[in-house]
């Protein structure tokens, strides 16, 4: 069955490092999506792509972050200067359709920023 | 008024009960309502997709959606120990103009016990 893929499972990093997330979606899938997860805390959701542009961005997306499809596979979270309440658990989705709510979610990259 | 609520649990019942999940929302908007199953420290699996009103079923789980009360509802049957995790609705408006964002409840924990 395809999947979501994400890496690394886990990082750590330093404040104020840049780090890159990385999620290959399902294959044939047209939209992508970061959410992430605060322990203890709801699925946010930060950000929509298609066509090669952000369709959607949450408030929590400020120019900290920034995503890319730099080839056709691959598809990349990057958070600049990182700080402690970036850490969370960053969830990368895909989904086929527009017309659809079967949103695909991979097992997510753990960043714990010290 | 949050956006969606869900009570967050915990709930334990027996193995062989039946489970009853649920979710409250505000945003007349919403038109596709899922439900997913997480297991710590994991991506979203999901469960069941509904668009719009009504019920729709899969093997021991039945999704039910109200729009007219704003709830919907996660059925299990025959629970088993497998389905113990944390089950979180998510909705989203419809495709008309509207936003693409998942809004997730904070996820109900359930505890099957054998």
């Known amino acids: 069955e395809p999947e979501v893929t994400q890496t690394p499972s886990h990082q750590v990093t330093q404040m104020g490092q840049e780090v890159i997330l990385r999620c290959v979606p399902i294959?044939?899938?047209?939209?992508f999506y970061w959410y992430r997860q605060i322990l203890g805390q709801k699925v946010e959701f930060l950000v929509s792509f298609y066509n090669n542009e952000i369709s959607e961005k949450s408030e929590i997306f400020d120019d900290q972050f920034s995503v890319e499809r730099p080839d056709g596979s691959n598809f990349t979270l990057k958070i600049r200067s990182t700080k402690l309440e970036d850490s969370a658990m960053y969830f990368c989705?895909?989904?086929?359709?527009?017309?659809?709510?079967?949103?695909?979610f991979g097992e997510g990259s753990r960043l714990t920023v010290l | 008024q949050k956006e969606v609520e869900q009570d967050p649990g915990p709930l334990s019942v027996p193995e062989g009960a039946i489970v009853s999940l649920n979710c409250t929302y505000s945003?007349?908007?919403?038109?596709?309502f899922m439900w997913y199953r997480q297991y710590s420290r994991k991506g979203p699996e999901l469960l069941m997709y509904t668009y719009s009103s009504g019920n729709k079923e899969d093997g021991r789980f039945t999704a039910q959606v109200d729009k007219s009360s704003k709830y919907i509802s996660l059925f299990i049957r025959d629970s088993q120990p497998s389905d113990s995790a944390t089950y979180l609705c998510?909705?989203?408006?419809?495709?008309?103009?509207?936003?693409?964002?998942?809004?997730f409840g904070k996820g109900t924990k359930l505890t099957v016990n054998p």
């Open positions: 294959s044939n899938h047209l939209y």
């Open positions: 998510a909705m989203r408006e419809g495709t008309q103009g509207g936003s693409e964002k998942l809004v």
């Open positions: 989705a895909s989904k086929r359709l527009t017309n659809t709510g079967e949103l695909f």
């Open positions: 945003n007349s908007a919403f038109q596709y």
